[in-house]
């Protein structure tokens, strides 16, 4: 099982190895990298893929996560890409993996050659949903998390009745109180970048669920229309994990995309 020690961090990644152009597949909130499972089956064979789980998540989690930022993750992708010996990638990143991608692209925009942006957006969260988001964890840490709330954030993330939810129940009731917790928290107190992305050069593509409960479609055509170099694609009857739920539109769009670059 592939490790890379990391920024203080031991981050669990999978890479399906070769010598094709890189794609970095980062995931969002409550998810790991298997999450893109869909994707890598579709590109590999063109594509070295490497996915992973960031902090606080799947196999990378220690169940004592100490306090961090998305420009934080955004290092660790970095540094992840240095360790395989990559200077370049296309950032493909979903909602929290958006997060750090698009700083990444602020921050390292020598290791940014493409963005692929799904279900993510340049803003804080919306205060409205971020106060029922903060409620929940509250319930999660004091109780443990129930049926119906694990429904809840099936609801958000995944859409109602998708059959794969099930596994997903199971990762979150595992999740550890102390990763949750620093998660959230890096969640709910990350900065607004919506201004701060127009300097990104490299291109984008902005994918979004018509569907999503998290982020409204609004959100995501602000970001698109403040990058320089975005086009953008909405898939129909998609909510917030549309790569996962819908994979074969989001695939299609993707190959597009990336086929342009080469």
Not at 65 to 87: I, K, Q
Not at 247 to 258: I, Q, R
Request: hydrophobic share 45%.
């Amino acid at each position: 099982m592939p490790f890379a020690d990391i920024n203080g961090q031991r981050i669990h990644y999978e890479d399906t190895g070769g010598s094709g152009p890189v794609l970095l597949f980062s995931h969002g909130l409550l998810m790991d990298g298997s999450m893109f499972a869909p994707q890598v089956q579709a590109l590999a064979g063109r594509w070295r893929c490497i996915s992973w789980d960031e902090r606080g998540h799947g196999r990378t989690a220690s169940g004592q996560c100490t306090p961090f930022t998305y420009y934080d993750s955004a290092d660790d992708a970095v540094a992840l890409l240095r360790h395989l010996g990559v200077e370049r990638a296309v950032f493909v990143g979903m909602s929290q993996g958006g997060y750090l991608s698009l700083r990444a692209a602020l921050r390292h925009p020598d290791a940014v050659r493409a963005l692929v942006l799904i279900d993510t957006q340049a803003m804080t969260e919306d205060p409205a949903k971020m106060a029922g988001h903060e409620a929940l964890v509250q319930q999660w840490l004091q109780h443990g998390l129930s049926d119906a709330m694990a429904q809840t954030i099936e609801h958000i993330i995944l859409g109602q009745g998708w059959p794969g939810a099930p596994a997903w129940h199971a990762k979150w009731k595992r999740m550890q109180p102390g990763d949750l917790m620093a998660c959230f928290t890096t969640l709910g107190a990350r900065d607004d970048i919506s201004q701060d992305v127009a300097r990104i050069a490299a291109p984008a593509l902005v994918i979004h669920g018509a569907q999503d409960a998290a982020i409204t479609l609004d959100r995501a055509q602000a970001m698109a229309d403040a990058l320089p170099r975005a086009e953008m694609v909405v898939v129909p009857g998609a909510g917030h994990a549309a790569n996962l739920t819908h994979p074969e539109p989001v695939n299609v769009a993707m190959a597009g995309f990336l086929d342009r670059l080469t």
